[in-house]
């Protein structure tokens, strides 16, 4: 069983440009969560989603930052106009339905170098 | 916020047990114990999670104290490759608000040789 697929896994973008994230999910998983680690610092939790909803997106910045998971395909984290400050790893993390015991695992990250 | 409280660090010599603490004095009756471990430059990868009954598997085992107000996460035989930052979260399982991790600090093991 095939774990968390992201990629790319590592994309520079120069600032002004559009950066777009993908995540594939465990076979069987219809939950995904995206968190971002700056340098140095901690995971922060940025959106969770189910099959085309987004259930919470309490931690994505409020502007230039989008989530989306359709019906069909992975799910794309797109991020507009990067600046320097958006530099980080991101990563996508996905669960089974709650109903059935809701572990969490987490791909292996997406680094993003804006220059 | 993080509902857990780790140490900043700890050492532990190859080939021991390494024993990482952790206090949840907050916790509520439906809430598990989740860990997780950030090698560098990877992602987060789950170790083990309970409720209140001790667990053990392949990788690790969890003690949890009568209480639930803290636990201890046990790897027997630490090796090099166990050098990581591990995470002590709190979470309800199968749903409610609480559905997301949030990770704190969480605690710099270094095994050393």
């Known amino acids: 069983n095939a774990g968390v697929m992201q990629n790319p896994r590592h994309l520079v973008r120069r600032r002004g440009q559009e950066a777009r994230l993908r995540c594939s999910p465990m076979?069987?998983?219809?939950?995904v969560y995206w968190y971002r680690q700056l340098p140095e610092e901690g995971l922060k939790f940025m959106v969770y989603?189910?099959?085309?909803?987004?259930?919470?997106e309490s931690g994505m910045p409020k502007e230039r930052f989008s989530a989306e998971f359709p019906k069909e395909g992975p799910s794309i984290l797109r991020i507009q106009q990067v600046v320097r400050g958006d530099s980080a790893a991101y990563f996508c993390?996905?669960?089974?339905?709650?109903?059935?015991?809701?572990?969490?695992?987490f791909g292996e990250g997406s680094w993003l170098t804006v220059v | 916020d993080a509902k857990t409280t780790q140490p900043t660090s700890m050492d532990c010599a190859e080939g021991r047990a390494a024993n990482l603490p952790c206090n949840h004095s907050t916790i509520s009756g439906n809430e598990y114990v989740y860990w997780y471990r950030q090698i560098h430059s990877q992602g987060p990868q789950y170790i083990i999670h309970?409720?209140?009954n001790n667990e053990t598997n392949e990788m690790a085992s969890l003690i949890i104290t009568e209480d639930r107000k803290s636990s201890t996460l046990i790897l027997p035989h630490a090796t090099l490759r166990d050098t990581a930052v591990y995470y002590c979260i709190v979470r309800v399982e199968g749903g409610g608000s609480n559905y997301k991790l949030t990770f704190g600090k969480g605690t710099l093991l270094t095994v050393n040789p």
């Open positions: 309970g409720l209140k």
């Open positions: 993390a996905s669960s089974p339905s709650t109903t059935a015991g809701n572990t969490i695992y």
């Open positions: 989603l189910q099959k085309e909803n987004i259930i919470d």
């Open positions: 076979k069987g998983h219809s939950h």
